[in-house]
């Protein structure tokens, strides 16, 4: 029996993290984040995903594009990785990843860090933080009866 959950991209991010396991099992974390991201990218095609490498994306601050950032992988047009291959993520990686990922289109981005010691993956929604319209919280102005 399947359980049920309400993870955004469930089934997609569930074979983006057997492909992860995969890869980090063949390199165990020794070898370039430019090695992971080709390896990676032929495991997740051989699950039916589509793969975009190093594809360019706009990053927009109040609705103005401000920059361009490109992320190691996209999978389905949906979910957006960034690599790392260090000792462990750091603050710093985790604020500037939610910085790429609130400024983009995506609502889910994955920060996957193919350690020497472990494979660590950061997962992260962004939605509501981006409406282009801000919710109306008004006061009742009915007129005050006399």
């Known amino acids: 029996m399947r ?5 955004l991209y469930e089934d997609v991010t569930y074979k983006i993290r057997g492909a992860c396991f995969k890869v980090w099992n063949e390199f165990k974390g020794s070898v370039s984040e430019k090695i992971i991201e080709n390896a990676l990218a032929i495991e997740l095609k051989k699950q039916n995903l589509e793969v975009q490498q190093q594809t360019r994306i706009d990053i927009f601050y ?17 979910i957006f990785i960034e690599l790392k ?3 462990f993520i750091s603050y710093v990686n985790l604020k500037q990843f939610w910085n790429y990922l609130k400024g983009s289109k995506y609502k889910l981005g ?12 950061k997962r992260r929604v962004c939605d509501k933080i981006r409406s282009n319209t801000l919710m109306d919280i008004s006061v009742d102005q009915r007129p005050k009866s006399a």
């Open 110 to 121: 994955l920060l996957i860090n193919f350690g020497p010691k472990g494979l660590e993956i």
């Open 85 to 87: 291959c260090r000792p």
């Open 62 to 78: 109040c609705n103005q594009k401000v920059g361009i950032y490109i992320p190691d992988l996209i999978v389905n047009d949906i």
């Open 3 to 7: 359980r049920v959950s309400n993870f």
